[in-house]
């Protein structure tokens, strides 16, 4: 496709996705003056980064410095190099070196605001920051956006999941302020526009260099051609459930967060056509899902009080680890699939975590089977299926744990982030009745993808570039492999690295 003539339609830039990464090189791009369209498969724009708390780590910043934060970009340096090898180093380096220029720019438009939230770091190495050192957005009223962009964005995760719209008389906050901000801006520059309901599945290309990508919308095929590039933003593949066999991702399809309809791998597989390499497939960023009464898992952070047991009734580590961490200690052995975490009746039956999916009235969950409620612990383990003698075991082990403020098994009072929660970070399980929800190995996608340079282009198996494509986010493989450093980092690293590919568009 060489001629003008052969596309539907045409832009500078074409960006695939619309969560924060994608709509970052969007806004650039077009704030660039390059005519740029935001490609989006389903019929609302956000993806899994409207659903998130929308933190971004990006050390070093303005944001940090407002706000007294003890963050630098040599503390940032320090922490990820304890927990990274070597073959992270260059995208390392250019990560660091931009996150400020990044934010300073963002910063420049009105409708990009950001503010300090502590949440800390995840792991205990050199260069943690007490209290950590990611931001978020500012909450955004809806009336700032006007009708015809707020029905763009995605609705909260509990009413988008029922099928509810926005309730417009609350503020977006989080990830959906995040999406919120960033499409307003991308709108103001008046070289930005947006097509839903789009999927992308083909990439169109000369010998020399990718000229556009081919679509289906409303059932009609189309040709969009980008003069200056194509970047891929669109997720990972953690909804594909054959791509999840082939490259042996854990946990399953119907339990990633991902929103329905999303992150079906499509444009992964259309630069692999090409010749692309891949790396890190198997790799995603993962976290304890409970599951609803919609069938469902939500995501759960900061259990505040019970424990967590297997199949078998036995804990098998701390239930106050970072979520990423928790989700690698469920997958590493397959009686932890599903998992329950046990509580008494302090709570009226709701779970004890500090972030949880909207929970409301208990008995839907009891009436569904996600919940179950017994007067003893003899009985809850009928109930479930676990070994009896072995929970009620379990459970006066932790309890005597909690009455001397020393968990001995898994230390879940030794961390910053157990404690971040509120103290006592071990309370006993005594007082009847008793409950347990049902925990599944989830996800926030997958976090393999294709291998990119420091400027975000994709790259071969021999690691020359393919011209005019470039991939961010989780279309891309992570430079922090295995490990997630902190709260916002795939956010963070795919507005950075989506700004890298538009910088190279522009020059």
């Not at 109930?383 to 005597?400: C, E, K, P």
Request: proline share 7%; hydrophobic share 35%; glycine share 12%.
């Amino acid at each position: 496709m060489t001629h003008e003539q052969e596309w539907d339609e045409e832009y500078d830039v074409i960006v695939v996705g619309s969560g924060g990464g994608a709509l970052t090189g969007a806004y650039l791009a077009a704030r660039a003056g390059l005519d740029t369209v935001v490609v989006e498969r389903t019929g609302r724009l956000g993806g899994t980064s409207s659903y998130s708390g929308g933190a971004m780590w990006l050390p070093g910043s303005p944001v940090q410095r407002r706000d007294g934060v003890p963050d630098s970009t040599e503390s940032a340096r320090t922490y990820l190099r304890a927990l990274l090898d070597d073959s992270a180093e260059a995208k390392l380096e250019t990560f660091l070196a931009q996150a400020p220029a990044l934010v300073e720019r963002l910063e420049q438009d009105p409708a990009l605001t950001f503010t300090f939230q502590a949440f800390p770091d995840y792991y205990e190495r050199p260069g943690r920051v007490p209290g950590g050192r990611s931001f978020v957005p500012r909450a955004l009223d809806p009336a700032e956006l006007g009708d015809d962009l707020l029905a763009l964005i995605r609705p909260p995760l509990d009413r988008d999941r029922a099928g509810q719209d926005h309730d417009t008389s609350a503020p977006l906050t989080a990830g959906r302020a995040l999406i919120g901000r960033l499409l307003l801006a991308y709108h103001r520059t008046g070289h930005g526009a947006v097509t839903t309901d789009t999927v992308m599945d083909e990439l169109a290309a000369t010998p020399r260099r990718v000229t556009g990508i081919l679509a289906t919308r409303q059932g009609r095929r189309i040709r969009i051609g980008a003069r200056r590039g194509v970047l891929l933003a669109a997720g990972g593949f953690e909804h594909n459930e054959r791509l999840r066999g082939v490259h042996g991702v854990p946990g399953r399809s119907d339990c990633s967060m991902a929103p329905a309809g999303t992150n079906l791998g499509e444009p992964v597989e259309a630069a692999v056509a090409l010749g692309a390499a891949t790396d890190l497939m198997h790799e995603g960023w993962w976290c304890p899902g409970v599951r609803m009464p919609d069938g469902r898992p939500a995501f759960v952070c900061g259990f505040t009080g019970g424990l967590v047991v297997d199949a078998n009734g036995s804990r098998y580590a701390n239930e106050s680890l970072p979520y990423d961490r928790f989700g690698r200690e469920i997958q590493a052995e397959p009686d932890r699939t599903p998992s329950f975490v046990v509580y008494d009746s302090r709570t009226g039956g709701r779970l004890p975590a500090v972030t949880q999916p909207p929970w409301g009235d208990p008995s839907a969950h009891l009436d569904s089977g996600t919940l179950v409620k017994a007067d003893t612990l003899e009985e809850l383990a009928g109930i479930l299926g676990v070994d009896a003698g072995r929970l009620t075991a379990t459970v006066a082990r932790f309890n005597s744990f909690a009455d001397n403020g020393k968990d001995e098994e898994f230390a879940r009072e030794a961390d910053e982030f157990g404690h971040w929660f509120g103290d006592p970070v071990l309370r006993p399980v005594r007082e009847a009745p008793y409950y347990a929800a049902r925990i599944v190995l989830s996800d926030l996608g997958t976090k393999g993808g294709l291998v990119t340079d420091t400027s975000a282009r994709v790259l071969r198996e021999d690691g020359t570039p393919i011209a005019g494509l470039y991939a961010a986010g989780n279309t891309s493989a992570s430079f922090t492999g295995p490990f997630y450093p902190g709260p916002g980092i795939p956010l963070g690293t795919a507005m950075l690295f989506a700004s890298r590919a538009t910088a190279d568009m522009s020059a």
